[in-house]
């Protein structure tokens, strides 16, 4: 797992496991996205879950208000046993943990461009085209691609996929000159 700890791994390992017996790993997967989502946006909702002066007694309502009718049972559950072991502050973890299993599972390769304009049909199919080529898609069957535009790249591309990153981008390519021509050793004399 890319960055995420061990602790939030096996959690998620755990909960995909459940999951799989009751045939909804679909289903958790959908829930913890969700969840993410909310985590990610909502300081107030993680300051809340991380707060270790908080009593799981005290959190348990705002838990079952935001999340019981909300999640299927075993996310729900799951969510509940975090917070009685004292665990919600990985929960955004787990949830990303989990969606990295889910993904792996499916056979699944989440693709991330990050261009200068927006992306035509044929420079999508030539990404996918590259990362199908590339060992990272063996024993992959799908390519999610997730993509954003980001205008200080000046041109081209920038593509990631699981740890790998290519950058074809023209601000790269002018950093690297900058920096060549800063590391120069040769010096005029006049």
């Known amino acids: 797992m890319s960055g995420l700890s061990m602790v939030a791994s096996r959690y998620a390992g755990a909960l995909l496991d459940l999951a799989n017996e009751q045939k909804i790993a679909h289903k ?42 909300a999640f299927q049972p075993l996310t729900f559950q ?14 955004g973890e787990v949830a990303m943990a989990y969606d990295e299993l889910y993904r792996d599972q499916m056979g699944v390769v989440r693709v991330l461009v990050k261009s200068s304009a927006p992306l035509t049909d ?3 199919n030539r990404i996918k085209e590259m990362v199908q080529a590339s060992s990272l898609f063996k024993g992959r069957h799908q390519i999610q691609l997730n993509e954003s535009v980001d205008a200080t790249l ?6 990631r996929v699981e740890d790998q990153q290519w950058d074809a981008s023209i601000k790269t390519k002018l950093d690297s000159f900058k920096r060549e021509f800063e590391d120069n050793p040769y010096v005029a004399e006049y």
Do not use: Y
């Open 28 to 69: 958790v997967h959908s829930d913890l996205l969700g969840f993410h989502q909310v985590w990610v946006a909502e300081a107030e909702v993680r300051a809340f879950l991380n707060n270790p002066v908080l009593a799981p007694g005290k959190k348990h309502p705002f838990f079952s208000a935001a999340f019981s009718k």
């Open 78 to 91: 799951f969510f509940e046993k975090l917070l009685k072991g004292r665990r919600t502050n990985i929960l």
């Open 122 to 124: 044929a420079s999508r």
């Open 154 to 159: 000046i041109g081209g591309v920038v593509v």
